[in-house]
């Protein structure tokens, strides 16, 4: 990586390696939360014809240099879909790309580490949700990330649950972090040509990095434990519940809105696809089941 940044300082290498192993262990942890939950949903007549599933796992190796892990649970009883990969990657940013990352315009090396998290229910009364933490190197250093929810029957009791799990993680570290960051999330997460916000919210930060590595690094460690802990317990209130084919076409499309998302605003599927990472992990976000009406 490049010579701006030391081994031993933060964002080097031992930085790296314990962000990197971090990253890893909260992919081990969630799938180990959502495979339960197939395991333990009660069997009726919309779900029994779809077995309880685990996570498949698949590496796979960036030719400019890192790879990743995908674990991906297809066709399941509770889960559609979810994947949930990790990826350590590095390399030069293409000319393109240099001026739309800090500190790439100096020196267009990076080291980029992460895990991210689309999960697409079965049931269209439990809602969809992502998560994704990251650490990101180029001559600067900082830490992104956040979650949020996507239900096609908001609940507020369900909503308020979420972004609670979400503002205790925040609160320690400063008392503008929660605001701050659910403001972010609501503009960022935003389809313009629908003039709507994709779902109802969570949190999401990016360029995160107050000169305090292991604050920083804590902070990440906490939104991600967030999740790992409300999503599934949100997922595990609804997944018994039947539902008609009206709400299912509902959630087909309410899933299209995800797809026009990630298409067309995702920095995440954008970075990926400019630095040569895998198109199925990147894509693995897309819904298997879409409508358009």
């Not at 495979?35 to 309880?52: C, D, R, T, Y």
């Not at 240099?98 to 100096?106: K, L, N, S, T």
């Not at 998302?261 to 696809?273: E, H, P």
Request: proline content about 6%.
């Amino acid at each position: 990586m490049t010579d701006a940044i030391a081994d031993d300082a933060p964002y080097g290498e031992e930085h790296k390696q314990r962000a990197a192993d971090w990253f890893a262990e909260v992919q081990k942890r969630l799938c180990a939360r959502l495979e339960e939950l197939e395991q333990s949903v009660q069997v009726h007549e919309l779900n029994e014809a779809f077995e309880p599933q685990s996570f498949e796992r698949t590496s796979w190796d960036r030719d400019g240099g890192g790879g990743g892990t995908m674990a991906v649970l297809r066709n399941g009883r509770v889960f559609e879909k979810a994947g949930v990969n990790i990826s350590v990657v590095h390399g030069e940013f293409s000319e393109e790309f240099r001026d739309r990352v800090p500190g790439a315009r100096e020196d267009p090396r990076f080291w980029a580490a992460g895990v991210s998290v689309v999960i697409h229910p079965r049931s269209p009364l439990v809602p969809i949700s992502h998560m994704n933490t990251r650490m990101i190197v180029t001559t600067e250093g900082w830490f992104g990330g956040g979650g949020d929810l996507t239900p096609v029957y908001p609940d507020p009791e369900e909503t308020e649950r979420f972004h609670d799990a979400f503002r205790d993680a925040c609160a320690p570290y400063g008392d503008d972090y929660y605001d701050r960051f659910s403001k972010w999330c609501d503009e960022y997460f935003y389809l313009p040509h629908r003039k709507e916000t994709r779902g109802v919210g969570g949190i999401f930060y990016d360029n995160h990095a107050t000169g305090d590595w292991e604050t920083d690094f804590k902070f990440t460690q906490d939104v991600a434990l967030a999740f790992v802990s409300v999503y599934p317990d949100i997922a595990r209130d609804k997944m018994n519940l039947k539902w008609t084919p009206e709400q299912r076409l509902a959630q087909r499309v309410k899933r299209g809105r995800y797809v026009e998302f990630n298409l067309l605003y995702d920095r995440g599927t954008i970075f990926g696809l400019k630095t040569g990472g895998n198109t199925d992990a990147i894509l693995m976000s897309l819904p298997p089941d879409v409508a358009w009406p």
